[in-house]
């Protein structure tokens, strides 16, 4: 779904990103992670197409990005670490709004709110304001609107940070959800290994702009030891 | 086309949970055109109400000065009362009469004279009255001194003259007819206060749409929605224009709803009801640009700043300067000429200047054009300067 060939990014004398090549899948779970500074969020401003590189190219669904960008995007679901909302407005509000940008309308923008609102479990709470939601509320329709219009490919940067549990789970369950019944590709960054053990296949571990592991097999890494430890072995000397 | 609806659909929901920044442009401007049209009617208005306290004593009991005091006081403008000369200081003080003049012995003598040699008037001025009330006194009582005089050196040089022929030769003659400078098609519009205040009040809370702008946009530059929404394919010149088009909807509801206020709240409340001259096409392209340019300018400025305080202080800050230069706190004609000169320097001046010429001259293109050019310039340039950091900040943020 996503095919990355030796990508570089400089800014200034300091390569963000230093050649790096990988592929995600159709409809894997894919975990990206790497200690700050890895270069983790350059690589997503690229993959989303918001930062040029300065060499290499990137396909999604065999489209080439920067040549196609409005075609490639419009297969994206992008769900930013900040809860990027409108507080003023309703849950329902945003969706709208946010549905409507994704070109949906009438029956297809009411089915798929009332999908997404199911999906994130804010049924009870759609028609309050946003800034009356609990921090995980807000997570919840931080993602429940990148997942509006059923897109392919799912980014999600850091989508638990400061999550309560329940919320928590919420998130982790429709994501699982979201993979298996629709087959959702999805590239998913966190700092929480145990969520990335518990929901991703593969992974790719990113380190002072090179990839130090690419398509790596979550469940071959479970057999053999924790993900955490293998990190500790490998990476964080 | 569904990008656009759906920008000024979401710009309009938060507009209608804002309910200060809706205050700010409507209540605000209501109470200024009201108060201010109110306030300031008599120094427009033509047929003054305001009247100079003004205080006479005569130390003579003569023709020349019962004429004298006759004649001075039919001259309108000025509010008079009777005192003795010795007292006239004191009495002037205690009930704040600001002008005062003493008539002294020996005036109907120097009034069959033609001599101004030992002058029998002697003017009193408090510190408090302006000069143009010190200038209208002084010629008040100038003029009603040389027309005694005239009379009474007729008199001597005619002693047969009768006590009629000398009333005649009083009275005031008619020597012009007033005309106030108007538009071509107009008749009888005179500048009133409503006419200053409803363009002034209506440029200043159009220029605070910088309230419920920044209140959005900066939220949506510090949580990240500029760039969620540049990943969905919303362009930078999307969102200006949907952003646009709400606020210029408001603005044109304003710009209604104050001429409604001028034409018909500020007479019930005893106030000068507002003419807008004949050319409506003029003033809806007028109010359309000064629309463009203050919500260009409110977009550069929410582009800036980092939060909504900010947004909020520095722009209420620069809208009080420029109204404060641009003619519309203190109308224009009464700065001195270098204020004038610094009025160039407000947008809002510009509109202001576009809406008088309408108003008072029923002005057509050629009077405005370079006005409303200015303000095609200024938001361009604004609108430029937005564009220009949006970019620049997304591409920032990543």
Not at chain 2, 150 to 155: G, I, K, L, P, T
Request: net charge neutral; proline share 3%; charged share 20%.
């Amino acid at each position: 779904m996503i095919v990355v060939r030796t990508v570089t990014k400089y800014f200034g004398e300091k390569a963000a990103l230093n050649g790096i090549s990988f592929s995600v899948p159709r409809g894997s779970i894919t975990g990206l992670i790497g200690r700050n500074g890895a270069g983790k969020t350059t690589l997503m401003g690229i993959l989303c197409g918001l930062i040029r590189p300065d060499s290499g190219s990137i396909q999604i669904g065999g489209i080439e990005l920067f040549d196609n960008m409005t075609l490639a995007r419009e297969m994206i679901g992008y769900v930013p670490q900040k809860t990027s909302l409108y507080p003023e407005m309703t849950g329902r509000e945003n969706l709208m709004y946010f549905g409507l940008i994704r070109g949906l309308g009438g029956k297809k923008l009411t089915d798929s709110i009332h999908e997404v609102m199911v999906a994130t479990s804010l049924e009870e709470v759609l028609d309050r304001r946003v800034s009356h939601y609990s921090g995980g509320m807000q997570k919840r329709l931080n993602l429940a609107i990148g997942l509006l219009g059923n897109p392919p490919l799912l980014y999600l940067d850091e989508p638990t940070v400061g999550v309560d549990r329940e919320s928590r789970e919420i998130i982790l369950e429709t994501l699982l959800k979201m993979s298996h019944e629709r087959g959702t590709t999805i590239l998913y960054t966190s700092h929480y290994l145990q969520e990335i053990e518990r929901i991703c296949d593969r992974l790719i571990i990113l380190d002072q702009g090179v990839v130090v592991a690419n398509d790596l097999s979550v469940n071959l890494l479970r057999e053999s030891e924790s993900l955490e430890q293998y990190l500790e072995e490998n990476i964080q000397k | 086309m569904r990008k656009y609806a759906a920008g000024i659909l979401k710009e309009f929901w938060l507009l209608k949970r804002d309910i200060h920044a809706l205050m700010v442009l409507f209540v605000m401007p209501s109470l200024f055109i009201l108060i201010m049209s109110l306030a300031m009617r008599d120094a427009f208005s033509q047929n003054s109400e305001v009247h100079f306290k003004a205080m006479v004593a005569c130390e003579e009991n003569s023709s020349a000065s019962r004429d004298f005091l006759a004649h001075l006081k039919a001259i309108k403008g000025f509010e008079w009362s009777e005192g003795k000369s010795t007292q006239l200081p004191a009495l002037m003080m205690e009930h704040d009469v600001l002008l005062g003049v003493i008539v002294r012995a020996g005036f109907d003598e120097a009034t069959h004279k033609n001599s101004s040699q030992n002058p029998k008037l002697t003017l009193l001025i408090a510190p408090e009255a302006t000069p143009l009330a010190k200038i209208l006194f002084e010629t008040a009582v100038a003029g009603t001194a040389a027309k005694i005089n005239m009379v009474n050196q007729m008199s001597s040089l005619n002693p047969w003259m009768t006590r009629e022929e000398k009333e005649e030769a009083l009275v005031d003659k008619v020597w012009f007819e007033e005309h106030f400078l108007q538009g071509k098609d107009m008749t009888d519009i005179r500048p009133t206060s409503v006419q200053q205040s409803v363009p002034s009040w209506l440029i200043f809370s159009m220029f605070f749409i910088i309230i419920p702008i920044s209140n959005t946009f900066v939220n949506e530059r510090r949580l990240g929605t500029l760039a969620r929404l540049a990943v969905m394919n919303v362009s930078i010149g999307n969102l200006l224009v949907s952003k646009m088009i709400p606020y210029f909807v408001i603005n044109q509801i304003q710009f209604i709803a104050m001429l409604m206020v001028g034409m018909f709240i500020v007479p019930l409340f005893g106030g000068d009801a507002l003419r807008i001259g004949d050319n409506i096409g003029a003033l809806l392209v007028v109010s359309s640009i000064l629309s463009f340019a203050s919500i260009s300018y409110a977009l550069a400025l929410a582009s800036f700043v980092r939060t909504t305080d900010q947004a909020v202080t520095i722009g209420g800050v620069l809208n009080i300067i420029f109204a404060a230069i641009g003619g519309i706190m203190i109308p224009l004609f009464v700065m001195p000429p270098f204020m004038q000169q610094l009025a160039l320097f407000s947008p809002m001046s510009w509109g202001l200047e576009s809406f008088l010429a309408i108003f008072l001259h029923n002005s057509g293109w050629n009077d405005i054009w370079l006005s409303l050019g200015a303000l095609i310039l200024f938001g361009s340039f604004c609108l430029g300067l937005a564009a220009w950091k949006l970019n620049r900040e997304l591409k920032e943020a990543q």
